[in-house]
C-alpha cells in the first residue's frame, strides 16, 4: 500500500519561509515523477513544482525563484523549499507520486 505523509506545514508571515517534507512508503520511490500540488479555498488544485526522477524540475511561474523542490531516494522523501511567501501562496500544500497516489495534504497560511 502507497502512502504519503506530508508535514512541515504551519502559520508564517509574509516574506517567510517553510519547508514542507512528504515521507513515501510501499513504493519504488526513485523511479518515479513526484509533484507538490496545492489548492487555496474555492479554487481547483494546481500544479507547484514537480521532479522526475532523474533530478530534472518543473515550477509554475507563479513560484519561479521563490520555492525549490527536491528529493533524497536513500530516504524516500519529497521537500519543498518555500521562500519569500506571499499571503497569496496560503493553501493546502499535496504531495503527489505520479501512479496516482495523493497526501493527505498540509496547511501553510501565510498571513501577518
Known amino acids: 500500500q502507497v502512502q504519503l505523509v506530508e508535514s512541515g506545514g504551519g502559520l508564517v508571515q509574509p516574506g517567510g519561509s517553510l519547508r514542507l517534507s512528504c515521507t513515501a512508503s510501499?513504493?519504488?520511490?526513485?523511479?518515479?515523477?513526484m509533484a507538490w500540488y496545492r489548492q487555496a479555498p474555492g479554487k481547483q488544485r494546481e500544479l507547484v513544482a514537480r521532479i522526475l526522477s532523474g533530478g530534472s524540475r518543473d515550477y509554475a511561474d507563479f513560484v519561479k525563484g521563490r520555492f525549490t523542490i527536491s528529493r533524497d531516494n536513500a530516504k524516500s522523501t519529497l521537500s519543498l523549499q518555500m521562500n519569500s511567501l506571499k499571503p497569496e501562496d496560503t493553501a493546502v500544500y499535496y504531495c503527489?507520486?505520479?501512479?496516482?497516489?495523493w497526501g493527505q495534504g498540509t496547511q501553510v497560511t501565510v498571513s501577518s
Open positions: 503527489y507520486v505520479e501512479i496516482g497516489v
Open positions: 510501499g513504493l519504488r520511490f526513485s523511479i518515479y515523477t
